[in-house]
């Protein structure tokens, strides 16, 4: 499985984009990209999941560039309920095996 | 649709004791998951069911950790004795397959070892 590289914390502030770039230089040809979100006291949450370009939910966007060794989670326009833990995973496809980092955790203050 | 439920939500015991915790996965998930988060760490896969059957229990430390899950569907994680390391939250999830599919996490039970 790929190694991941993010920060281990960002500071925003209510309204503005946030973008958490995570890094995967021995990312494999059939490996995808996924992030989750972790709330204090719960479980994480499937955020979104990429294998190339650019992939968008109602939650986030996430952008790979063509040589797909890095990744960009963006949060458009974030409130206070978005301050939690963000983790990036990389794997194949046909393997549920995630190996989950110390993740990057996002304050949001007012 | 109800989610990943478990129980208990907190136990606190003393080391070299027995606990055991409950995961109940989302009805028709054949995968289910038992990972270990310890304080400032993300979560690390202990156990890896594919109905009734182990797929991936190669970070399981087996001289005192159980799991079993019984008619591929509820599952139970034991462990015996307990040490002061073990203090962690124990999170379940379950997914549809054993591909990269979206894993649903219970919220988990925190443990404390004394």
């Known amino acids: 499985l790929a190694k991941t590289t993010q920060p281990i914390s960002m500071d925003s502030y209510e309204g503005q984009e946030v973008n958490i770039t995570c890094s995967h230089n021995?990312?494999?040809?059939?490996?995808?990209i996924t992030w989750y979100q972790q709330f204090p006291s719960q479980g994480p949450r499937f955020i979104i999941q990429?294998?190339?370009t650019k992939v968008t939910n109602e939650v986030a966007s996430l952008f790979i560039p063509a040589d797909r060794k890095s990744s960009t989670l963006s949060l458009p326009r974030v409130s206070l309920s978005d301050t939690a833990v963000y983790y990036c995973?990389?794997?194949?496809?046909?393997?549920?095996?995630?190996?989950f980092g110390a993740g990057t955790r996002l304050t949001v203050k007012p | 649709e109800a989610g990943v439920a478990q129980s208990p939500r907190y136990k606190i015991i003393e080391k070299r004791q027995s606990v055991a915790f409950w995961c109940n996965p989302i009805s028709g998930h054949a995968t289910l998951y038992w990972y270990q988060q310890i304080l400032g760490q993300g979560p690390k896969l202990l156990i890896q069911?594919?109905?009734?059957?182990?797929?991936?229990d190669s970070q399981l430390p087996k001289d005192r950790f159980s799991a079993e899950r019984l008619k591929g569907v509820d599952s139970t994680l034991k462990i015996q004795p307990a040490k002061l390391e073990d203090s962690a939250v124990y999170l379940c999830a379950s997914s549809l397959g054993s591909g990269r599919e979206t894993q649903y996490f219970g919220p988990g039970t925190r443990l404390l070892v004394l």
């Open positions: 990429g294998y190339k």
């Open positions: 069911f594919q109905n009734n059957g182990v797929v991936d």
């Open positions: 021995n990312i494999a040809t059939n490996d995808y």
């Open positions: 995973l990389v794997g194949p496809y046909n393997n549920n095996d995630m190996r």
